[in-house]
C-alpha cells in the first residue's frame, strides 16, 4: 500500500501516466488479490520501463542493524518510464515517510474504498458476533506470525499494558477487542483475558479502519487501517515503530511518525508527532547519519 500511494501521487504530481504489478511479493492467499475487498485500480500495464530509481537506505548499527529510510526529495525529480525499486536494486522499496503522501490523504481514502458488497458483508458479520464499534469499544491490532520470530520487532507485553491502561484512564468504561493474524501469540501478550477474532485480512482490515479507538502493533497493515480511518478518537502506537523494545532514539523504518499518531515509550510516556519528529531529527544529527 505504501508502494502503490507514493508511486501514484509522484506520478501524478508529474503528469506521468504509472501502472502497479498487482501480484504481491509474498502469496499469502493462494493467488487470490489480498487487496479485493478493496476497489483499487493498479493503473495501466507496466511496461516500457528503461531506468529505475534506488530509494536511499542508511544503516545504523545498535542491538542489530536497522536500515533507516527518510523522505527521499530525489524522488520528486523522478523521470518518467522510471520503476521504484529498494536500496542499490533491492527488490521492492520502503518508502514509508507520511510527508509523501499527506496532501492526497483525501484521495487515497477513495484510491483504497471498501468494496459495497464486502462492507455490507462485514457489517452483518459484526452483527452476528455482537460487535459495535462504539465510543466505548477500543481496538487492538495485534501482529503476530512471523514477528514472533523478530524480538526486536514484536511488541512488549508492557506496550500493550501501558497503552490500555492510558484508554482506561480516557474512559473507565471501555472495552476491548483484539483483532490479529495470530490468536494464540496475541493471549500470551495481552495483560488480561480479551475478547479476539480473526477472519480474513479484508474482515479485519475493515474493523481496525471503523473502530472509534486503537491501539495498533508496528505493522503496515495497523498503520493503512488506522491512517485511514477518519472516524477514529484517538490512535496509540508504538514509538520508534518497528525498533520500539530497543531504540534509543532511531525510527524503523525511519520517518514513519505520523500526525493523527499518539506514541507510547517503554517508561508508558505518551509523545505526539511534533515531538516525535524533533527529537529524532536532533538524533540523527547528533550521530552524523546524514
Request: charged share 25%; aromatic share 16%; hydrophobic share 35%.
Amino acid at each position: 500500500m505504501w508502494q502503490y500511494a507514493v508511486c501514484r501521487t509522484i506520478a501524478e504530481l508529474k503528469g506521468y501516466e504509472w501502472g502497479i504489478n498487482p501480484s504481491p511479493t509474498h502469496d499469502y492467499f493462494n493467488g487470490k488479490s489480498q487487496m479485493d475487498f478493496m476497489e483499487v485500480d493498479f493503473g495501466k500495464n507496466v511496461e516500457g520501463i528503461t531506468k529505475e530509481f534506488h530509494e536511499g537506505w542508511l544503516t545504523i548499527q545498535h542491538v542489530d542493524n536497522v536500515n533507516v529510510t527518510v523522505l527521499d526529495k530525489r524522488l520528486y525529480e523522478i523521470e518518467d518510464n522510471t520503476t521504484m525499486i529498494g536500496h542499490n536494486g533491492a527488490f521492492g522499496g520502503i518508502y514509508q515517510s507520511e510527508d509523501y503522501i499527506i496532501d492526497r490523504k483525501n484521495d487515497i481514502i477513495e484510491w483504497y474504498r471498501i468494496r459495497d458488497s464486502y462492507r455490507d458483508n462485514y457489517n452483518k458479520l459484526l452483527s452476528d458476533m455482537g460487535i459495535i464499534l462504539d465510543d466505548n469499544l477500543c481496538v487492538i491490532n495485534f501482529r503476530g506470525g512471523e514477528y514472533n520470530q523478530l524480538h526486536n520487532v514484536i511488541l512488549r507485553r508492557e506496550y500493550w499494558r501501558d497503552s490500555i491502561s492510558h484508554m482506561l484512564e480516557v474512559n473507565p468504561d471501555m472495552k476491548f477487542l483484539v483483532v490479529t493474524d495470530d490468536i494464540n501469540s496475541s493471549k500470551a501478550y495481552m495483560p488480561f483475558d480479551i475478547p479476539t477474532i480473526h477472519v480474513d485480512v479484508g474482515f479485519d482490515y475493515y474493523v481496525v479502519n471503523q473502530a472509534k479507538w486503537l491501539i495498533i502493533s508496528n505493522s503496515s497493515f495497523g498503520w493503512w487501517a488506522a491512517w485511514l480511518n477518519a472516524g477514529c478518537n484517538k490512535i496509540i502506537a508504538p514509538k520508534y515503530w518497528a525498533r520500539h523494545n530497543v531504540s534509543c532514539g532511531y525510527w524503523a523504518t525511519g520517518d514513519v511518525y505520523t500526525r493523527c499518531f499518539t506514541y507510547m515509550d517503554r517508561d508508558g510516556v505518551m509523545s505526539d508527532y511534533n515531538k516525535c519528529k524533533e527529537e529524532a531529527l536532533k538524533y540523527y544529527e547528533n550521530i552524523r547519519l546524514f
